[in-house]
């Protein structure tokens, strides 16, 4: 079928000026919400990213669409829940060319698009062997950047070391760690640039660098022509096999090789978003960008992995808050003065926020999940309203501005598993499960959360594909 490319339309004629916002979208891979200074870690140094933090709409409670890579990355881009396009999980599905993307939208604007680091969203060659799915092997999800909207690209199909991201770590993605330069071969992965071909220069040391030092020369063309730009940057960082060099592990010597390699990344990472931040002060253009940032979902492992969900339950696939809420920070400083806040958000509001940005409206009756966060921006939400909805291989939830409630199964199903019911402005840690207190409230959010699934349902079967 025809990518359907009419689905938005100007709410007036705007011209293509330097005054339109440029848009930076970052995330990290498996931070945890604990991950990071500004959510109280002492442990691990981000001072750029705490320096970030009072410049921005810091939040509280920042949503992951889902507690995986891929189905989250979908959800930044189409504003949409994964189950509505077929990404349910990890390396399942890719970005269908019925779905209307970011970048696409921001293409009939004049903007600049650039993409940078994972994509995990599809195969990036239909020809060679190379990372989960690509090659012929999944040839039939092939879906790279360039396809989906991006002008440039710097990108791998899923997970890479994040040093020397090229070469396979001995004992690889095991908690045995190692010296970096101990690398067994290739990791059996590649760059891909919007061409479709390879990319073997500046390959070597930090991942998070190695990335960044792509989108600052893109930044850098677009500031120079005046054309507002839009950047994704999706480090890998501290996604396994996490691995840190000299320079970022010795600040942690008095920890294991593990914590030094997971907390040197983040620190590594942390680094190239001070980079980014000062380029934008340099290039004179900081004030009129707005440079989100977030995490995909929370941390990989158990309680006795280094990673952290802070004084959250649950983790890495869990559609428990430690599993979903991520750091997330939002910095425009033309529009958007500092402040803290416990409204929810999700990844799926950039697209629907960025459309208002922009001045354009939706013209189809295609469903969005996300909402605009404009008016939070200006200080005129007193909440969001909209419940959130989550599923996740067995797993469903519903949160709100107050309750949640959240089941686990065996798998997905249409019949829904047993629900509990959490008051997440007295209880975020999901301790205390009050559905036998409040029934009529259980039976409020449930026929809340069938409503939408049923629609996400008619989404997949390509009900809002049709002309």
Same mark, same amino acid.
């Given at each position: 079928?025809?990518?359907?490319?009419?689905?938005?339309?100007? @709410?007036?004629?705007?011209?293509?000026?330097?005054?339109?916002?440029?848009?930076?979208?970052?995330?990290?891979?498996?931070? $945890?919400?604990?991950?990071?200074?500004?959510?109280?870690?002492?442990?691990?140094? /981000?001072?750029?990213?705490?320096?970030?933090?009072?410049?921005?709409?810091?939040?509280?409670?920042?949503?992951?669409?889902?507690?995986?890579?891929?189905?989250?990355?979908?959800?930044?881009?189409?504003?949409?829940?994964?189950?509505?396009?077929?990404?349910?999980?990890?390396?399942?599905?890719?970005?269908?060319?019925?779905?209307?993307?970011?970048?696409?939208?921001?293409? +009939?604007?004049?903007?600049?698009?650039?993409?940078?680091? +994972?994509?995990?969203?599809? &195969?990036?060659?239909?020809?060679?062997?190379? @990372?989960?799915?690509?090659?012929?092997?999944?040839?039939?999800? %092939?879906?790279?950047?360039?396809?989906?909207?991006?002008?440039?690209?710097?990108?791998?199909?899923?997970?890479?070391?994040?040093?020397?991201?090229?070469?396979?770590?001995?004992?690889?993605?095991?908690?045995?760690?190692? =010296?970096?330069?101990?690398?067994?071969?290739?990791? $059996?992965?590649?760059?891909?640039?919007?061409?479709?071909?390879?990319? &073997?220069?500046?390959?070597?040391?930090?991942?998070?660098?190695?990335?960044?030092?792509?989108?600052?020369?893109?930044?850098?063309?677009?500031?120079?022509?005046?054309? *507002?730009?839009?950047?994704?940057?999706?480090?890998?960082?501290?996604?396994?096999?996490?691995?840190?060099?000299?320079?970022?592990?010795?600040?942690?010597?008095?920890?294991?090789?593990?914590?030094?390699?997971?907390?040197?990344?983040?620190?590594?990472?942390?680094?190239?978003? $001070?980079?980014?931040?000062?380029?934008?002060?340099?290039?004179?253009?900081?004030?009129?960008?707005?440079?989100? %940032?977030?995490? =995909?979902?929370?941390?990989?492992?158990? @309680?006795?992995?280094?990673?952290?969900?802070?004084?959250?339950?649950?983790?890495?696939?869990?559609?428990?808050?430690?599993?979903?809420?991520?750091?997330?920070?939002?910095?425009?400083?033309?529009?958007?003065? *500092?402040?803290? /806040?416990?409204?929810?958000?999700?990844?799926?509001?950039?697209?629907? /926020?960025?459309?208002?940005?922009?001045?354009?409206?939706?013209?189809?009756?295609?469903?969005?999940?996300?909402?605009?966060?404009?008016?939070?921006?200006?200080?005129?939400?007193?909440?969001?309203?909209?419940?959130?909805?989550?599923?996740?291989?067995?797993?469903?939830?519903?949160? $709100?501005?107050?309750?949640?409630?959240?089941?686990?199964?065996?798998?997905?199903?249409?019949?829904?598993?047993?629900?509990?019911?959490?008051?997440?402005?007295? =209880?975020?840690?999901?301790?205390?499960?009050?559905?036998?207190?409040?029934?009529?409230?259980?039976?409020?959010?449930?026929?809340? %959360?069938?409503?939408?699934?049923?629609?996400?349902?008619?989404?997949?079967?390509?009900?809002?594909?049709?002309?």
């Amino acid at each position: 079928m025809r990518r359907i490319l009419f689905a938005f339309i100007c @709410a007036a004629p705007i011209l293509a000026t330097a005054a339109q916002p440029n848009i930076i979208l970052v995330m990290a891979d498996d931070l $945890g919400w604990g991950d990071v200074g500004f959510n109280g870690n002492k442990i691990i140094q /981000t001072p750029h990213l705490d320096a970030m933090a009072k410049n921005s709409l810091r939040f509280e409670r920042f949503y992951a669409a889902a507690p995986v890579c891929s189905p989250t990355r979908g959800s930044c881009i189409t504003g949409r829940h994964p189950f509505r396009y077929g990404i349910y999980f990890a390396n399942t599905g890719h970005m269908k060319t019925e779905e209307l993307t970011l970048a696409e939208l921001l293409q +009939k604007h004049d903007y600049a698009t650039g993409h940078f680091g +994972k994509w995990h969203l599809g &195969t990036l060659t239909k020809t060679e062997m190379d @990372a989960n799915r690509g090659g012929p092997r999944g040839a039939k999800n %092939f879906s790279p950047p360039q396809a989906n909207g991006f002008d440039v690209c710097f990108s791998t199909e899923s997970k890479v070391p994040t040093w020397d991201p090229m070469l396979r770590p001995v004992n690889n993605n095991s908690r045995k760690w190692w =010296d970096p330069a101990k690398e067994n071969g290739p990791y $059996g992965t590649a760059y891909w640039n919007e061409k479709g071909a390879r990319v &073997t220069e500046n390959l070597r040391g930090d991942d998070s660098r190695v990335i960044m030092d792509r989108a600052i020369p893109f930044i850098r063309a677009a500031a120079k022509k005046e054309q *507002p730009f839009f950047t994704i940057v999706w480090f890998h960082a501290p996604h396994l096999p996490v691995v840190a060099g000299p320079k970022y592990t010795k600040p942690y010597a008095k920890h294991g090789k593990f914590e030094q390699h997971y907390f040197g990344c983040i620190t590594a990472l942390d680094e190239q978003v $001070g980079r980014l931040r000062k380029e934008l002060r340099t290039l004179g253009i900081a004030d009129n960008t707005l440079l989100a %940032f977030c995490s =995909d979902n929370g941390p990989e492992g158990s @309680a006795k992995d280094p990673g952290s969900a802070g004084h959250l339950s649950g983790r890495k696939r869990s559609l428990l808050e430690g599993g979903i809420r991520v750091p997330g920070l939002i910095e425009w400083p033309a529009k958007i003065k *500092p402040a803290n /806040t416990d409204i929810p958000a999700v990844t799926s509001d950039y697209l629907p /926020t960025i459309l208002e940005i922009i001045g354009a409206e939706q013209t189809d009756k295609r469903p969005l999940d996300g909402i605009s966060l404009l008016p939070l921006f200006k200080g005129k939400m007193k909440e969001r309203g909209q419940p959130i909805g989550f599923q996740s291989a067995g797993q469903v939830a519903l949160i $709100g501005d107050r309750y949640k409630i959240y089941g686990s199964g065996k798998k997905q199903t249409n019949r829904l598993p047993k629900l509990k019911l959490f008051d997440l402005k007295i =209880d975020p840690a999901e301790k205390n499960n009050l559905a036998d207190q409040h029934p009529d409230l259980i039976k409020k959010m449930t026929a809340t %959360f069938e409503q939408w699934r049923k629609s996400c349902r008619h989404s997949d079967t390509g009900g809002d594909y049709k002309d």
